[in-house]
């Protein structure tokens, strides 16, 4: 099975003796319990992580937005006349490229 427990486990082999069937459940119970306790933390674990991971993923989404919108803010405020003379640039390397061909 998949880390469960099958019925041919719990079934105690020993019914002559009530003193011994007690003590096998007991441990079986002892068992059983430990194994439910590391799965408890090996889930918290895993979910701690993940709402690590989701909050490293969030600051890293902010930070991008923060740099665009600087980026942005930066081009608006940007003087007119670089832009144009930018543009310029672009146009005149297009054409020459064009006359070349």
Not at 10 to 39: C, F, I, K, W, Y
Not at 77 to 100: D, E, K, M, Y
Request: proline share 1%; hydrophobic share 35%; aromatic share 8%.
């Amino acid at each position: 099975m998949d880390g469960g427990v099958d019925a041919a486990e719990v079934m105690v082999t020993s019914s002559h003796d009530p003193g011994r069937v007690g003590a096998s459940l007991a441990e079986q119970n002892m068992e059983l319990r430990g194994r439910l306790d590391a799965e408890r933390a090996e889930y918290r674990r895993k979910l701690n992580s993940y709402h690590d991971e989701q909050q490293r993923q969030a600051l890293t989404v902010q930070k991008l937005h923060d740099k665009v919108a600087t980026t942005k803010s930066f081009g608006k405020r940007r003087n007119c006349s670089s832009c144009l003379f930018a543009r310029w640039q672009q146009q005149f390397a297009i054409a020459c490229f064009s006359w070349q061909v």
